[in-house]
C-alpha cells in the first residue's frame, strides 16, 4: 500500500480511470492496528485496485470533503469521484472488507 503525503499525490492517485482504494487511518487508532493485521491477504486477492493510505489527521479537509467521519474507512475512487465508501464500523473483519469489495462491482 503506499503512502500518500501530499494533497497533489492524492489528486494524481484518485484522478485515473482505473478504481483505486485509500485507506483512511490515524497513527493512534487501534481499529487501523486491526486492519493492518489482514489487510495484506485482502489486497493480494484484489489485485484490481491501486491501494493508497492517507493519514486522515494530516489531511483533515480531505476527510471532511469525503464524509470520513470514522477510521478506518476505505474509499473507493475512479476519475476523481468517491464510487463507494466503507465506513469503520464494516471494516472491523476480513469478512466485511471482502463483502464490500465484492459488492462494489469491480
Same mark, same amino acid.
Given at each position: 500500500? +503506499?503512502? #500518500? !503525503?501530499? *494533497?497533489e499525490d492524492f489528486e494524481a492517485a484518485i484522478s485515473g480511470s482505473n478504481p483505486v482504494i &485509500? $485507506?483512511?487511518?490515524?497513527?493512534?487508532?487501534?481499529?487501523?492496528?486491526? /486492519?493492518?493485521?489482514?489487510?495484506?491477504?485482502?489486497?493480494?486477492?484484489?489485485?484490481? %485496485? !491501486?491501494? %493508497?493510505?492517507?493519514?486522515?489527521?494530516?489531511?483533515?479537509? /480531505?476527510?471532511? $470533503? %469525503?464524509? &470520513?467521519?470514522?477510521?478506518?474507512? *476505505? /474509499? #473507493?475512487?475512479?476519475?476523481?469521484? $468517491?464510487?463507494?465508501? *466503507?465506513?469503520?464500523?464494516?471494516? !472491523?473483519?476480513? +469478512?466485511? &472488507?471482502? +463483502?464490500? /469489495?465484492?459488492?462494489?462491482? %469491480?
Open positions: 500500500m +503506499e503512502e #500518500i !503525503k501530499t *494533497l &485509500v $485507506k483512511f487511518y490515524a497513527g493512534w487508532c487501534p481499529d487501523c492496528t486491526r /486492519l493492518n493485521m489482514f489487510i495484506d491477504d485482502i489486497i493480494n486477492d484484489y489485485g484490481q %485496485y !491501486k491501494w %493508497y493510505e492517507i493519514n486522515r489527521d494530516n489531511f483533515p479537509e /480531505l476527510a471532511e $470533503k %469525503y464524509n &470520513v467521519m470514522g477510521i478506518p474507512s *476505505l /474509499l #473507493i475512487y475512479q476519475n476523481g469521484e $468517491k464510487t463507494h465508501h *466503507l465506513h469503520s464500523a464494516n471494516a !472491523k473483519s476480513p +469478512e466485511q &472488507v471482502r +463483502e464490500f /469489495l465484492d459488492g462494489a462491482g %469491480y
